[in-house]
């Protein structure tokens, strides 16, 4: 089993307060002989606003070195979970999680916005201080 981001449980407790079941822990995706993990799987009750939708999570902490050197992971771990989850579960919504002073640092610049909205990058924008969902991006405007 792989390590758990830094921020693995921080965004666990924020998705189950705003009102998300946790279905999977990680949630394994088989890709040929492969097993991938994304970090979390989670589904909203159906009386909820977000009404039956059903979400897989991939969490990055952005703590090395390089930040652009972490988003290029990100960006390949996105891409190809996002292509097995649309043959295996296409009703579910992949994110990209992120600390909000990394979405900040690296999505400020029109560039970095074009880029995620070239390859239709989801984000899940969290506090890893008070453990809240700052925002949800799920179209991007450039």
């Keep these: 089993m792989a390590r758990k981001d830094a921020f693995h449980e ?6 189950e307060n705003e009102g998300w079941i946790i279905t999977h822990d990680p949630l394994i995706l088989p890709l040929g ?7 979390l799987a989670a589904e909203a009750p159906l009386a909820a606003e977000r009404d039956g939708e059903r979400i897989a999570v991939e969490i990055k902490s952005f703590l090395g070195v390089s930040e652009i050197t972490e988003l290029e992971r990100a960006f390949g771990q996105y891409i190809i979970y996002r292509f097995v ?3 295996q579960d296409p009703d579910r919504t992949l994110f990209l999680a ?7 640092s690296l999505f400020n610049e029109e560039d970095e916005r074009d880029l995620a ?14 453990g809240g969902i700052v925002e949800w991006i799920t179209q991007w405007t450039v």
């Design 85 to 87: 989850l649309q043959r």
């Design 117 to 130: 909205k070239g390859y239709d990058v989801k984000l899940i924008v969290f506090d890893p201080e008070d």
């Design 98 to 104: 992120l600390p909000v002073d990394a979405y900040e």
């Design 10 to 15: 921080v965004l666990k407790t924020a998705l």
């Design 33 to 39: 002989n492969r097993k991938l993990e994304v970090d």
